[in-house]
């Protein structure tokens, strides 16, 4: 009876949009007498600008301004105003602050011109003399500089449990290894982006970024601007990862200068340029893990070292994972931060469950070995039933479920345990396993939702849809709580103001907003059910909420459904206005009573050519428990891209630092390795049943993330199955193992 | 922006502008008479110009293929060529696939196949879709996927683009 959205494998609603290049991105929008802003961006990493020559620049009809931290209006300079809602500890980069450089690449002057040709020509004539000072980018040469933050951006690493060292020096079996992850982009394949339309004295900005308020915010901070001077607006976002978290300097220079020349500006970065602002942090993680001759694990120590900038203190979830993801009485944790004349680190892709997840599945995999345990034997062995950061039980765990079925999908049964032991002709094959998790957070959002006469359904929240399948999802939640088919329900997103809703992040979206649009739309349901009382000889005269259910286009009586009334009916009673209400749902006390994660266990088979040492990641099975599934077809499409990313980490992606320059050598997509589809092959998705009704209202866990986690260090361990040889350097590159 | 004469001056080492001139560009079966300065990119005039902002820029170096149309059927990446150089061939953009609601069979393949998240790479690879096919080279999986690595898909959907051109080439043969 129900209409059921929920579950279906429902095309995206923005497909059309998409498909036919009509859907905008920031740098996309128009407006009358546009104007063109290209970034001039430092030489050198450290230092000073003695002098910056813009004249010839200014010299070109049709060059509006030359910005830079010599005539950049006297704004507010506090290091408050330039806090966002994902800046860690510290003091925020400020675009044209001083003559100062704090990182090679930073930003240090603004040409606006009337084509972008014409722009990008000036932009090369501005001439800068710096003073140059010695910089600190080597990140192994300052390790002995590391440090404890005072306050650590992420969770601040749990207390130890037992004594690791006495159990490592009594144990049988001991591993001791040094894992090394490179820093890394996120290079969506939108550069960032910001259009500033300047009109009447107000701003419209269109920009890049996971979280229109965040902008919002952020710009009312450092321009001193009333909410109702400035709206942000970012309908699309082609693809961020982390990278639109922050507001990024091409948005303030945009500002900037649409104000002082009182001009729209439109400043898109250069792919060179997307190198210049956050990264995934370069990680050294020293392990030492040990168990008994049974495969008990006995102790886990982890010593993390992670590159930071100079002005704040970025960290990330590095160290939590032995304590989500195995049952262990002795442990110790610590994690300290390098840092680097370089530009801040930034939330990319599962931060800190990429990088320490990696390492901590490999040195598992590594002691499964040297007690001679199958290595999901291992898993199985030492399985957690708790959290043991926090102490508590999971809200839900179906991964012993994965564990099964995606053993029996990819027949880890028939895997031989010896390295180098299965081969296809000149390939060496290896089978590699790895199990991952990430926190399923709900946070606190609003949304709106508007049911017209017609039966029309506009549901609005500030959120974002960086190509997760925000709109699809949110619609089919709508379409499901009020019974209405799908086409008679829109979504809109990506203005900020709509309702109030946490950065697109963390992968809460689903769980934050879904559930404010399940409320919103609830409440819908109750105003409806008293229109429909309003019906002459309404058989729901007595009903209460609780009695009747939303399907089809109408209001049914549960206990017999042949009595109802149709919404359209109800709708009637209203005297042709529309039914409106706003939610804002809460994460509910019962939560904190348990750990909400989703979990992941991951299958891997990689050909290695015997005498090349060319690597082939030739099937992978991501096995996932995350909860209800809202839309089966997007959801696959997360843990997808999430297995693309993990090949990536594996194999492909490092940004390397030219230490004599102190600049990131390889910024392009030439140099800087993405996966191609040449570089994948066959991806199976299972997503297990989970019954969770803790975690949030829809029961649904977020997918963004726990798709990477766990894909890199299983195709670290099928390498050493295929080959015999443990590479503890991301990414393994093939002259690594030859 | 109309150039008629050099700009800045001539004189001593400061820059000059190059002088604009008239280009006529088919695209979409609609000839456009455009006055560009000639180091405009393909790409920029379509995007800036016309307005024609489907087809995407993703890097500005040919390394990363959303910027691909269709020229005289064949696949290019529209940041690679000046729009000066494209005088006379018909350019196909994404916009000039659909008639109206009707999708392009390659299109809605996307779509049934979810071979997209963020899109942003998309119209690029739908593109580069029907240029394999016009091509005729691709005959197996791994031909597919070497013939497409042209196109950078960040988001990851390289399997659902795979199913996609599969469908494609399929049904170009058996037409």
Redesign the interface.
Known sequence: MSAQQIGKPANRVDGFEKVTGQAKYAAEFSAPDLTYGVVVNSAIAKGTIKNIDISEAMALEGVLQVFTHQNRPGYTWRDKDYQDKDSPPGSPFKPLYSNKIQFSMQPIALVVAESFELARYAAMLVKVEYEQEPHDTNFEANLPKAYKPKKYKATPPPDPRGDAAAALASATAKVEAEYAHPSEHHNPMEMHASTAVYEDGKLTVYDKIQGVKNSQQYLMKAFGLAEDELRVISPYVGGAFGSGLRPQYQLFLAVLAARELKRSVRVVMTRQQMFSFGHRPKTNQKFAVAAASDGELQAIKQEVFAETSKFEDYSEDVVIWPGVLYNCANVELTHKLVGLDVYTPLDMRAPGGTTGIYALECAIDELAYEVGIDPLEFRIKNYSEKDQNKDKPFSSKELKECYRQGAEKFGWSKRKMEPRSMKEGHNLIGWGFAQGAWEATQKKAAAKAVLTPEGKLLVTSATADIGTGTYTVMSQIAAETLGLPLENVSFRLGDSSMPMAPLEGGSWTVSSVGSAVKLACEKVQETLLELAKKVDNSPLQNASIEDVIFSDGQILLSQNPTQSVSIKAALAQNGGESVEAEATQQPADKQQNYSPYAHSATFVEVKVDEDLGTVKVTRIVAAIAGGRIINPKTAKSQILGGAVWGIGVAMEEETMMDNNLGRFMNHDLDKYHVPVNADVHDIDVIFVDEQDDIVNPLGAKGLGEIGIVSVAPAIANAIFHATGKRVRELPITLDKLL | ?NQEKP???AEGN??R?PETRSVTLTVNGVKHQLQL?P??SLL?AL??HL???????????G??G?CTVLVDGKRINSCLTLAVMQEGPEIT???G??QGKE?HPV??A???H?A????????GQ?CSVIGLVNEGKAKTL?D???L???????????????KVAQEALERSTAQ
């Open positions: 922006m700009r800045g001056s400061r820059p502008l300065a180091w405009t920029d995007r800036d307005h024609l902002t489907g087809t995407k820029k993703g890097c500005d170096h390394q990363c959303a953009t994404i916009e696939l659909a999708l299109q809605q996307f779509i049934d979810d997209f998240q963020c899109g942003y790479c998309t119209p739908i791994d597919i996927r070497d497409m690595s042209g196109n950078v898909c960040r988001c990851g959907a390289y399997t659902n683009i795979v």
